[in-house]
């Protein structure tokens, strides 16, 4: 089965610095790849998602990943930091292997944006 | 209004009692799922409905029943609530996820049993 890891569980910026969230998978087979975000008491709402082709992916709020298959890896990013970007964040995959494609979600980074 | 709903958003029950979480979408799509979202734990399966009367439990099914009779319906009961099944669920759905389609989430029941 598919497994996400998403390093760090909380994860502090400035207003205006560089947002990197990490995320790393394990699969045998090629995945989908997904950013989720979750502001408080909402649901989630998809950033941005890795299916095929370009490996630099452009998102919602400025947010942007790249897919790097060598590394397992699909790290989130933004250059400038907000404060409306405090939030959980959720990386996830979709194993075509596994139930009806669900998702299978890292435990989340919780972003925390400081004046 | 178009989207995915659940109700009810806020749910407080005591142990041992039936409760029924519904989920809504308009949009017709295919595929439903339900999670559940536990601090430490991240969002799980709990079943998903790849189309109207087909269901399939996910990884954490026990204790819950789900139905499909309607392709915008998917329902989930705890027969007998127990104090673990204190959660947030979410329910999402899907047109295509084997085509790399994205999950659209409810806004999520916090359910306590007590």
């Known amino acids: 089965a598919q497994s996400v890891t998403q390093l760090g569980s909380h994860v502090s910026v400035s207003e205006g610095a560089l947002v990197l969230l990490r995320c790393n998978y394990s699969?045998?087979?090629?995945?989908?790849l997904f950013w989720y975000v979750q502001y408080p008491n909402q649901g989630l709402q998809l950033l941005l998602k890795?299916?095929?082709?370009?490996?630099l992916v452009k998102g919602i709020n400025g947010f942007e990943a790249e897919f790097k298959k060598s590394e397992t890896s699909f790290h989130l990013t933004k250059p400038s930091a907000h404060m409306s970007d405090a939030a959980e964040y959720f990386c996830a995959v979709s194993d075509p292997r596994s139930s009806g494609y669900a998702l299978n979600f890292g435990k989340g980074t919780s972003l925390l944006v400081t004046p | 209004d178009a989207g995915i709903t659940q109700s009810p958003r806020y749910k407080i029950t005591e142990t041992g009692r039936q409760v029924t979480l519904m989920c809504h979408q308009t949009w017709s799509h295919s595929y439903m799922f339900w999670y559940r979202q536990d601090l430490g734990h991240g969002l799980r399966l709990i079943y998903y409905s790849a189309a109207a009367d087909i269901t399939d439990k996910g990884e954490v099914p026990d204790g819950y029943v789900v139905s499909r009779s309607k392709t915008e319906n998917f329902p989930l009961t705890l027969e007998s609530a127990t104090r673990s099944q204190t959660s947030v669920y979410f329910c999402?759905?899907?047109?295509?996820?084997?085509?790399?389609?994205?999950?659209?989430f409810g806004p999520g029941t916090r359910l306590t049993v007590t």
């Open positions: 699969s045998s087979v090629p995945p989908y």
């Open positions: 999402a759905s899907s047109a295509s996820p084997g085509q790399g389609y994205e999950q659209y």
């Open positions: 890795y299916t095929t082709g370009a490996t």
